[in-house]
């Protein structure tokens, strides 16, 4: 058995195998931040969605043991999983920046049980295949190191803005507001990169991974899938230029595994096609970019004539200026939410904004207002200048019968492609033409609810080697008969563990307690809210939060 040390690198967020461990996973948090900082910050604060800490410091470390509970709770592991976390400064200007990064601490090869002979995998996986821990390093222990951005909503050190007018939310919740980071979604991703959705490769060069002086594969790496020559990524007749083609070639390069393509089949919309269609010399297809807030875009609501704002719309429009036309504004300053409302007090039927920089696929548009009624789409800077230039334009959407929304022509889900390459996404996420919006996408999107689905992480984890636990949620060892999760990814009984953990650390030890009683049926209530569980699952919920209780 082989192994080396990949602490330096804290490689964005893969892995295959077959093992059969029988115990959930346990994940075990390794608090690296110094006191008074980041995960110990001991500044007061009330709770909030859900989230029960009165500090900023503890909150964090309820989320993050939330999201360790979920993932526990899903797949299987007889040896813990141990996890730096720390916050950081991390790269960041005005409009964008890194939220965190986390990846595999160590990689193992050829241990007993190996299903792919040479191939590195992730410590985690490895040792959940192998059934026993291959880097037990007293003096590096963890397995996945992960690390979240300081400055968010704030400065830098260097004094200059980080993503104004954000910061993060520390809810439980799935609630957050409107410039606020969901701190559990973004944990949670982080967490399934350091869980094996990641590859190896080098993003540069197209090449295998390369640590001991030989190319090798890796499992994630095993199931990527150019979808133009047709050949898996570690084929022979795949080489370094092939490789390197695919991940820097919008929509060719999918994950190949039978879980996720099958899963996917559900979990997807049916594919959109934006397309202009006057004036002649410009008609025809064009990508685009979704939406985390507002309606899809169908037909029926997103069709018409484009019409150029006069302003970037970060302020109100003249009342009336875009009824029964799209407004096409131009990327900046100022949230998308900001933007589409403005248009859509100012009559819009829905919008086109303009990106301010080169590069395709245009990605998707983040953010979140419930107001907001009117679908709205991104497109390149490019395809922006051209519409401009040809007014008017007539554009519209169609939604093809068969084919899938960030899927290729055989349903296999996309991976991150972009023509220009981003090393840390680049390869290692879903594609951002994924509808709904999946979690391992390179974007953390309005639409995501980490505190109850993971998407199609749990199907590709099912590909790379990973075992799903299986049964039912308990808590004081009674059966709530609510599955701890469901293809597609929904995790209903892992959202119920995980609340019991922090019900019982953080409101009262005493599971016959008033407090632990309000503290349960609190998460209870949002499961039944958002159609989680059955009446009969609800039913039995509320007997094990209060024997005998009605729901």
Not at 66 to 77: I, L
Not at 483 to 510: K, M, T
Request: net charge negative; aromatic share 8%.
């Amino acid at each position: 058995m082989n192994k080396t040390l990949l602490a330096a690198s804290l490689a964005f967020a893969g892995m295959l195998g077959f093992a059969a461990p029988a115990a959930a996973a346990k994940l075990i948090l390794i608090n690296v931040d110094p006191a008074g900082q980041g995960l110990n910050d001991p500044t007061i604060t009330p709770a909030i969605g859900g989230n029960p800490g009165k500090s900023v410091g503890e909150q964090r470390r309820i989320v993050y043991q939330f999201a360790m509970d979920m993932w526990g709770a899903t797949v299987q592991s007889n040896v813990d999983v141990k996890i730096y976390a720390s916050f950081e400064p991390l790269r960041c200007n005005a409009n964008s920046g890194v939220l965190g990064s986390a990846g595999p601490n160590w990689i193992d090869r050829d241990f007993p049980g190996a299903p792919l002979k040479g191939a590195w995998y992730s410590s985690a996986l490895a040792d959940s295949i192998a059934g026993t821990d291959l880097d037990p390093d007293p003096s590096d222990p963890a397995d996945i190191a992960s690390r979240f951005n300081s400055s968010l909503g704030g400065t830098n050190p260097d004094n200059s803005p980080c993503l104004t007018g954000s910061g993060w939310y520390y809810g439980l919740d799935g609630h957050s507001p409107p410039g606020k980071i969901d701190f559990l979604d973004v944990v949670t991703h982080e967490i399934g990169h350091g869980l094996g959705f990641l590859g190896f490769i080098d993003v540069f060069s197209g090449s295998l991974a390369n640590f001991d002086g030989t190319p090798r594969s890796d499992p994630f790496t095993h199931f990527a899938y150019d979808n133009v020559r047709h050949l898996r990524f570690d084929s022979k007749l795949m080489d370094n230029n092939a490789r390197l083609t695919a991940i820097t070639t919008p929509g060719r390069t999918a994950f190949s595994g039978a879980h996720a393509v099958s899963e996917a089949a559900g979990y997807l919309d049916h594919r959109l096609s934006f397309s202009v269609t006057s004036p002649s010399s410009i008609a025809g297809n064009y990508l685009f970019g979704l939406a985390s807030f507002g309606p899809l875009p169908t037909s029926a609501n997103f069709s018409g004539t484009l019409q150029t704002a006069p302003s970037n719309g970060c302020a109100a429009f003249t009342a009336g200026l875009f009824t029964g036309k799209i407004a096409l504004i131009d990327r900046g300053t100022c949230a998308f939410t900001v933007k589409t409302k403005n248009a859509q007090n100012a009559g819009a039927t829905a919008v086109v904004i303009a990106d301010n920089a080169a590069g395709s696929p245009p990605p998707g548009l983040g953010g979140s207002d419930p107001s907001i009624t009117i679908p709205a789409i991104r497109v390149t800077q490019a395809d922006g200048a051209t519409f401009k230039a040809n007014m008017p334009v007539t554009v519209t959407f169609s939604q093809d019968p068969v084919l899938l929304q960030g899927a290729d022509n055989s349903g296999r889900p996309l991976l991150y492609t972009p023509s220009t390459l981003q090393p840390g996404s680049t390869y290692s996420h879903y594609d951002t033409s994924l509808s709904p919006n999946a979690l391992m996408e390179p974007n953390i999107n309005g639409d995501l609810d980490a505190s109850h689905s993971v998407d199609l992480t749990r199907a590709a984890y099912r590909d790379m080697g990973w075992q799903i636990v299986p049964g039912t949620a308990h808590i004081r060892a009674c059966d709530t008969t609510i599955p701890l999760s469901l293809d597609g990814g929904v995790l209903p009984g892992a959202n119920v563990q995980a609340a019991d953990d922090v019900c019982v650390h953080h409101v009262s030890p005493a599971r016959s307690s008033t407090a632990y009683k309000a503290c349960m049926t609190a998460f209870a209530d949002r499961l039944v809210s958002d159609n989680l569980i059955t009446s009969s699952q609800n039913t039995a919920l509320r007997n094990c939060i209060a024997p005998g209780s009605a729901p």
